[in-house]
């Protein structure tokens, strides 16, 4: 058997996520603001007021109706005055620069080294917490200016470090403000205007973005209303026409409700751009779930994450029978402000809490602690916005100490402590309601840092009668990292979940495995009733042949792969759309149109260090090596510990025989990631020249990170049969074949052992097995048959 340094290592998908989600496509129109073509039936806000002028004016008043504004001095006079300039460092180590905002004469004042530049205040955006400046930047893209106005505190703020996480374990750098990251274009359109094209050209790297009209208009719930006003002028007088011509969401169940909501606010990612009033969410998204660290690993909101996430763990919403529509109206003010309104948030469900309300949260009467949302949904801050947390669990101050996250009792009196707070509710509640919450969060957090001591309770997680669904999906994602076979029938049996977010995730786990049942689970998923299960089955099999499949199974896996394709090419300024799409051509075996794809991303993100190591692999595929080597450095000259890189790069002077320095950026490889065993085993290959014991060390080490990978467990046998220790040879090989993988270079050297212990009926056993072995491809069992 031939000993060399394998194929290289392709980094995974990044369904990146975004905070806002009515995307458009690429239309025609003006910069600014011009409406999209009339043909779409849109006729504005404006033609409402005829018949609804009170819904207008709540609307025309609300936060969303407010989402987005043009500047005028008129609102320029509404802020107070910006005293002292803000320093923003600059990201390349250069001088800082220092900005003020004059409102008053509908500017940003910067001053530097290099003088005087006044940016134009061209729209302001939000104002229920903070209202960011909005300019006209290069190529026809609005950037979010460095300072920012807090409207509760009325003073000004620098607006990227205010986005900083502070994590302990993870160094963080600010965002500049002339980032992608702050570009309107590309992260916060769709949510602040309404029926929003894009219109980004990639020739030009430019943008003619257009809207309807600023915020979020009558149009994005109820659809186009052309026709709805042609027939409603077109009535007799006092007579309501029997077709409306409008999207009704009186109509709508819960569901339907509460997907119309979630577009704008939730953390997700798109995979349409024309989700309408009455969709399925899941159709056109997917949704961040408690993985990401901007979640507390309770769940609890850490970073901004819109909502959506954590009211999906409700137990009010998953019962089915609570929608946004009946706490917010439908211009998204809070319906129970009023003095005496609050309890009618929790009613009629929770009438018996009602009735006795002091008796359940112990506070007195109308003070702070007597509304059920002080408890239940108490509010947090972050980057200055506040946000109430709608999961609506009772307060768990025991995750406080656990885990840091915020709890009711202690935002409120914060001069007392969360053991205090711990203390009391147990001493009230006979029940140790906080116990499954600890239990989640820490098997969450083990799973974050790739602990898997507790491996059957977290796959009961998924699994399990009355899983919950969020941490569902947030575990089968946590898993991919996972090495351990275990995990596999719970994997497989959430493929069959009634969410089609948990079916989803178990698309994209089995995806790191997509041959035998899973291949079927994956191939069944193509077949599924929602589009984001579909597609993540499709990218999954992307790199299984067809010819492996049968017709019908081939017409499935296409289709899905079509709409795949089409969910990656409707925004072509977003990186990550790029980058996968890369990733799908590369497993398909056509490395032009991968390069070509992961050299946009780059282009479009050149901070992003996963499409230089992806590229590499496809320059390698084209003979490329010298460019393969240059992204790879490239790399990591962005991110010297990244484990892929190092790992790629030392494959790549591994097959060009420039083994001193292969050897140190597999080295290096292991020390940024202890857990990567392909690191460990090209050591093994390495060392075992003039280091046989070196060598030995290594592989045992790749086989105790991934046990049931036959490559790993061949090579160790392989080797230590060089040694002379047959016999544990032998048995690594036995172990190898006896798990749920195997191959055909196991068989045979296995074979060759038993025979040369003069074990030959046992070898002839062997060869007889493996013919039969369905983990094989019909070749190899061939050829063992002929071994017989």
């Known amino acids: ?83 002292e300039e803000i320093e923003v460092p600059d990201p390349a180590g250069g001088a800082a620069l220092r900005y003020r905002a004059d409102p008053a004469n509908g500017r940003v004042i910067e001053t530097g080294p290099g003088g005087r530049k006044d940016w134009p205040i061209a729209h302001v955006m939000g104002g229920r917490n903070v209202t960011f400046l909005l300019t006209p930047f290069a190529r026809g893209r609005l950037q979010v200016l460095p300072t920012a106005y807090d409207a509760r505190r009325k003073t000004w703020y620098e607006t990227s470090a205010s986005a900083m996480r502070h994590f302990v374990d993870t160094p963080e750098q600010r965002v500049h403000w002339t980032e992608p990251e702050w570009t309107f274009n590309t992260s916060c359109h769709g949510c602040h205007v309404s029926q929003l094209s894009a219109n980004y050209d990639r020739g030009t790297d430019s943008y003619r973005t257009t809207w309807a009209e600023p915020g979020i208009n009558c149009e994005t719930c109820h659809g186009p209303c052309g026709e709805h006003v042609r027939v409603c002028r077109a009535a007799p007088k006092g007579e309501v026409p029997k077709d409306l011509k409008i999207i ?47 979640f507390y690993p309770d769940g609890r909101d850490l970073g901004e994450n819109y909502t959506m996430t954590t009211w999906r763990a409700s137990p009010c919403v998953v019962s089915g029978r609570l929608d946004c529509m009946h706490c917010h109206t439908s211009s998204g003010r809070y319906r129970f402000r009023e003095p005496g309104t609050e309890a009618g948030a929790c009613l009629p469900c929770h009438a018996e809490r ?34 109430s947390d ?48 600890l239990e989640r969060g820490r098997l969450v957090a083990a799973a974050r840092k790739g602990d898997w001591e507790q491996l059957p309770a977290m796959l009961a997680l998924v699994a399990a009668p009355g899983r919950e669904e969020v ?80 017709e019908a199974d081939r017409r499935a896996v296409a289709a899905a792969m079509r709409e795949l394709e089409a969910s990656l090419t409707c925004r072509p300024d977003d990186h990550a759309s790029h980058y996968n799409l890369g990733n799908i051509h590369l497993q398909r075996g056509d490395p032009a149109r991968a390069a070509a794809a992961f050299e946009e991303a780059i282009r479009l993100r050149p901070d992003v260090v996963p499409p230089y190591v992806n590229v590499a692999l496809a320059y390698n595929l084209l003979g490329r090596n010298a460019d393969a080597e240059a992204r790879l450095r490239e790399a990591l000259r962005r ?10 790069l030392g494959m790549l002077l591994g097959e060009l025989r420039r083994i001193p320095e292969a050897e140190a950026e597999f080295r290096a490889a292991f020390a940024a990631d202890p857990s990567s065993a392909a690191a460990a085993y090209n050591l093994g ?28 467990a061949y090579t160790l046998a392989f080797y230590l049969a060089q040694q002379g220790k047959s016999g544990e040879a032998t048995a690594v090989l036995e172990r190898l074949l006896a798990g749920p993988r195997a191959s055909l270079d196991a068989y045979l050297l296995l074979g060759s052992l038993y025979a040369r212990s003069g074990r030959e009926a046992e070898a002839s056993r062997l060869y007889r097995r493996g013919a039969e072995d369905a983990r094989l491809a019909e070749g190899e069992q061939a050829r063992l048959r002929a071994m017989r």
């Open 1 to 83: 058997m031939k000993h060399g340094v394998p194929t290289r290592v392709l980094v995974a998908a990044a369904f990146a996520a975004c905070g806002c989600g009515r995307g458009g496509g690429d239309g025609a129109g003006e910069p600014g603001g011009g409406a999209p073509p009339a043909a779409a039936g849109l006729v504005g806000s404006a033609s409402c007021r005829e018949c609804h002028e009170r819904f207008y004016q709540l609307w025309a008043t609300s936060h969303h109706g407010l989402a987005m504004q043009v500047f005028t001095p008129a609102l320029g006079a509404t802020f107070a005055p910006h005293p």
């Open 248 to 294: 009704s969401t009186k109509s709508f169940t819960h569901e339907q409700m509460n997907d119309l909501c979630a577009p704008c606010h939730a953390k997700m990612s798109p995979i349409t751009p024309s989700f309408m009033p009455g969709d399925r969410y899941f159709d056109h998204f997917d949704l961040t779930g408690i993985e990401h660290r901007d």
């Open 354 to 387: 009602v009735r006795d309300a002091a008796a359940h949260h112990r506070h007195p009467a109308g003070k702070p602690g007597s509304r059920c949302i002080d408890c239940h949904m108490p509010t947090t801050a972050f980057a200055r916005m506040t946000r």
């Open 390 to 437: 709608h999961s609506m669990r009772p307060p768990t101050p025991a995750a406080t100490i656990a885990f840091q996250s915020p709890n009711a009792c202690t935002i409120c009196h914060a001069d007392r402590d969360a053991a205090w707070a711990d203390g009391l509710v147990r001493a009230w509640h006979a029940e140790d309601y906080q116990a499954p919450v």
């Open 471 to 550: 941490t569902a999906v947030s575990m089968l994602r946590l898993l991919r990292s996972c090495r351990l076979d275990a995990k596999w029938p719970a994997v497989r049996a959430a493929a069959r979940d009634p969410s089609p977010w948990v079916r989803a995730a178990a698309m994209e786990a089995l995806g790191d495995r997509p041959d035998g049942e899973h291949r079927a689970a994956l191939v069944e998923g193509c077949r599924d009733s929602h589009r984001l299960v579909r597609v993540r089955a499709a990218y999954a099999l992307a790199g299984v042949p067809a010819d492996r499949l049968g």
């Open 639 to 648: 991110q010297p510990g990244n484990a892929a890189a190092r790992l790629n």
């Open 685 to 712: 290959v390495i060392t075992a020249a003039d280091r046989p014991d070196e060598s030995i060390a290594w592989c045992r080490k790749a086989v105790s990170l991934e046990p049931h990978e036959p490559k790993h």
